[in-house]
């Protein structure tokens, strides 16, 4: 019954991706699908991220005074807890788990601001947050106990009016947020993405994007023709994937997060056609209440769990190191746009610094660095900024157990000779630049 219930929602919801909405097809159906893979898609990429530990999450915790080394070590549990609820969207969306990742999408958002990231942050991410309230209302107007399943039902007139509502709200949202990011903040990492794919990009480019793309959310409110959702939702999935080919395939998680940016405009043009189908036929029976589901619920929830568990521990049992951390940013740009600038392991850098590479010790608080500062004008002033605040006398030597594994630390190095001047800079802080290279050396004194 399952099976044939999740081939009636594929079939239709693939035929939304052409914009299809015949009356052969299943719409009630295919919007519950839509609305579990954009929760699926947005929470299992969120908890990636957090069993592979990112940095950028940080600035996050320091607004609750989270020291970093919790932080590390609790990261993989909420990738894992986020993981576990996107996989069981899938198998037996609830509303008490959708209520949850309503509230949860929105919380995360809302902290990128609070961490002095802009109010931008909290509007881009709108395809997180959107799907899961409008599935929430769904299943609230059915009738359903906390731990229910949500099956496909017809729905009621002014609950498909609320869902459209809140999907075209959280599409301009997203549209306004990333526009934001262009028009208003010109983030280096736009001009990277569309370099990455070809494009001449600089600000003034990236500026007007972003303020076609402004245009763009705000006119999703008055807006709603199928061709422009699908251009809306092909557009994002283009742009997006971006971060992957401007980084690594690691950052195809980053795609994965921001489901929701796909699938809203899918999940609005059939919930339009749904309005439109009520418009010409008479209201359908409320479907019957169906038995409490808390211990279906219990059974996928724990399935899901142990598989994802599972995984997670054996990636971190042999990946992740809490003690000892690796942290890598190939521009300064990037180092800003995750905050972590503020974590406090490396001192400040010149704006042109780029390949920024740091290890350290959270127990000890060592550290061992390096970096190039591109511009050479830029690299003499810096190195007269620390002759400037010279203290202390002679060289130290770096933490001989941080360049075990170090791999940009040349081997055998330690600051001194050649045509590399080394600054013991208060005290404990040590710095070796080899102009000629542009290359910047930096450590905590053992």
Partial sequence: ???????????????????????????????????????????????????ITKAGWLPFYEIFGIPEWFAWQ????IGTMDITLGIMALFHPCRAMLAYMGFWAVFTALLRPLAGMGW????????????????????????????DRVRPAPIAGEVLRRVRWTLQ???????????????????????DHWSAAGVAADVDLVRMIGAA????????????????????????????LLYPLAGSLIDTWEWVERGGDYVGPLALICTLALLERRKAHAAAAPAARPPVGLAAALRVGAACFAFTAAVNFAYVSTSVSFKVRDVHFEEYSKLIEYGYDRAGWLPH????????????????????????????????????????????????????????????WPPGFSGVGGSVESVRAEGDRMFSVDRKAGQVYYWTCT
């Fill in 1 to 51: 019954m399952q099976g044939s219930t999740a081939a009636r929602g594929w079939a239709p919801a693939a035929g939304l991706l052409i914009g299809r909405v015949d009356t052969g097809i299943d719409l009630a159906t295919a919007l519950n699908w839509l609305l579990r893979v954009a929760c699926c898609m947005c929470f299992v990429g969120h908890g990636a991220w957090g069993v």
């Fill in 74 to 77: 609790t990261m993989p549990l």
């Fill in 120 to 147: 931008w942050e909290l509007l881009e991410r709108g395809g997180n947050y959107g799907p899961p309230i409008a599935f929430y209302m769904i299943a609230t107007a059915q009738g359903l106990g906390w731990f």
């Fill in 169 to 191: 709200i959280s599409i301009a949202l997203l549209l306004i947020g990333h526009g934001g990011f262009g028009a208003f903040q010109a983030k280096k990492l736009l001009v």
């Fill in 213 to 240: 793309e402004i245009l763009a959310g705000l006119a999703v409110l008055f807006v709603t023709a199928r061709p422009y959702l699908l251009l809306i939702a092909y557009y994002k999935v283009a742009t997006e």
């Fill in 349 to 408: 850098l010149p704006v042109s610094s780029r390949n920024i590479r740091e290890r350290h010790e959270v127990d000890s608080g060592q550290v061992v660095a390096s970096f190039t500062v591109a511009d050479p004008a830029e690299l003499d002033r810096y190195l007269e900024s620390l002759r400037a605040r010279a203290a202390g006398s002679g060289a130290c030597e770096p933490p001989a157990r941080l360049l075990d594994g170090a791999s940009f």
